[in-house]
């Protein structure tokens, strides 16, 4: 068993052993869980693992490849800078509509 550092500075607990990836065949000697022994034939190295999980972690800038995004239309103002909105990705709840920003203003408040 190791420590690791992730992004908080926390330490993380990771995990030493002789496993192999049940996909492409790599050794994996580091994970970041304890395996249970009647998983043992599931594990993924991370490359494999990357691969297949959905693209929809936010952390990644990434979304799922289930196709083109559903865009809501409407009227609505930019809460910041006054601009028209006329296309949302979301439906906006009629109670929080005040609070809407354009896309320019999302990306500076970031």
Do not use: Y
Not at 44 to 57: E, Q, T
């Amino acid at each position: 068993m190791a420590f690791d550092n992730n992004r908080n500075n926390s330490p993380r607990q990771t995990f030493s052993g002789n496993w192999t990836c049940s996909k492409c065949g790599a050794a994996i000697t580091e994970l970041p869980f304890e395996p249970r022994e009647d998983r043992l034939g599931e594990l993924a190295c991370f490359d494999c693992f990357k691969k297949d999980r959905p693209r929809n972690d936010f952390r990644s800038g990434g979304r799922n490849n289930s196709g083109p995004r559903e865009m809501f239309e409407g009227n609505w103002t930019c809460s910041d800078c006054g601009k028209e909105i006329t296309k949302l990705p979301f439906q906006p709840d009629p109670a929080r509509v005040g609070g809407l920003k354009c896309l320019d203003c999302h990306k500076n408040s970031r």
